[in-house]
Nanobody
Framework: QVQLVESGGGLVQAGGSLRLSCAAS????????MGWFRQAPEKEREFVAA????????YYEDSVKGRFTISRDNAKNTVYLQMNSLRPEDTAVYYCAAKYGSRQLVGGPYDYWGQGTQVTVSS
C-alpha cells in the first residue's frame, strides 16, 4: 500500500510560480513511477507529467511543456512539480499518483492517488 500526500498548492497571479510536493509512504519508492494529474471544475482529470523510477525520464502534457518540471528525490520519497509561468487555465486540483514499475507512465493507469491540492491562478 502506498500513501501519497500532496502539498504546496495555493493562490498565485498569472505568470507566477508554485512548487508542489508529494510525499510517499512506501519502503520501495524507487520502484514506483510517479505522475501528476489535474482536474479543473466540470472537466475530466487529465495527465500533466510523469517521471521514471530513476528520475531520468520525464514526460509532459503539451500545454505544460517548457513551463512545468517534474522531478523526484528517492532518498526523501518525494516527487515535485515545479510550475512556472502559470496561467489561469492551469487552475485545478492537482493529484499525485504512483504505479509500480515504469510502463505506461504517460496517462496511466495508476494504482495509488493522493487527496489533491488546489492550485488557483488569478488573471
Amino acid at each position: 500500500q502506498v500513501q501519497l500526500v500532496e502539498s504546496g498548492g495555493g493562490l498565485v497571479q498569472a505568470g507566477g510560480s508554485l512548487r508542489l510536493s508529494c510525499a510517499a509512504s512506501v519502503r520501495t519508492f524507487s520502484s514506483y513511477g510517479m505522475g501528476w494529474f489535474r482536474q479543473a471544475p466540470e472537466k475530466e482529470r487529465e495527465f500533466v507529467a510523469a517521471v521514471s523510477l530513476s528520475g531520468v525520464g520525464t514526460y509532459y502534457e503539451d500545454s505544460v511543456k517548457g513551463r512545468f518540471t517534474i522531478s523526484r528525490d528517492n532518498a526523501k520519497n518525494t516527487v515535485y512539480l515545479q510550475m512556472n509561468s502559470l496561467r489561469p487555465e492551469d487552475t485545478a486540483v492537482y493529484y499525485c499518483a504512483a504505479k509500480y514499475g515504469s510502463r505506461q507512465l504517460v496517462g496511466g493507469p495508476y494504482d495509488y492517488w493522493g487527496q489533491g491540492t488546489q492550485v488557483t491562478v488569478s488573471s
